[in-house]
C-alpha cells in the first residue's frame, strides 16, 4: 500500500516539476483524501477483583497511613506489616496501595519499595476523595 502511495506521490511531483503552485495542490488533494479504514478488533472489558486476603493500607493527604482504621507514620507501620506477612490476613502476598490525590508521591513509593524488598505485589489504587 505504501509503495503504490509513494510512486503516486513521485509520479504526480514528476508531472508537474514546472509549476510548483499546481503540484502542492495535487499533493495535498492527494495527501488529504486517501485514508485508510481500520478494522481493530473490540478489547473485552477486563475487570480484575481483589482478593480478600489483601491488605489495604491507605496514604491520607497528610502523608500518614491508614490501615484496619488506625493512622500510623510509616515507621511505626512497616514492623506491623513485617509481622503480617505469611499470615492468613497476607496470604495473597498482595498490598492494596489507595492513594490520596494530595498524599505525597514519596509516601506512596515508601510502600512500593518495601512491596518490592520483601517479594509482597503493590496494586496502586486512585482514590478522589
Do not use: W
Amino acid at each position: 500500500m505504501y509503495k503504490v502511495l509513494s510512486l503516486i506521490v513521485f509520479a504526480s511531483l514528476l508531472s508537474c516539476s514546472d509549476d510548483c503552485s499546481e503540484c502542492e495542490q495535487k499533493l495535498n488533494i492527494l495527501m488529504h483524501s486517501t485514508s485508510t479504514p481500520l478494522d481493530l478488533p473490540k478489547s473485552p472489558v477486563v475487570e480484575y477483583g481483589i482478593d480478600e486476603t489483601v491488605l489495604t493500607i491507605e496514604v491520607t493527604a497528610e502523608n500518614k497511613y491508614r490501615l484496619d482504621g488506625e493512622l500510623y507514620e510509616y515507621e511505626n507501620l512497616e514492623p506491623i506489616i513485617y509481622n503480617l506477612i505469611g499470615t492468613p490476613e497476607l496470604e495473597s502476598e498482595t498490598i492494596k496501595i489507595e492513594g490520596h490525590p494530595q498524599a505525597d508521591y514519596e509516601a506512596v513509593f515508601k510502600l512500593i519499595a518495601f512491596c518490592q524488598v520483601n517479594n509482597l505485589s503493590p496494586v496502586l489504587v486512585f482514590t478522589g476523595e
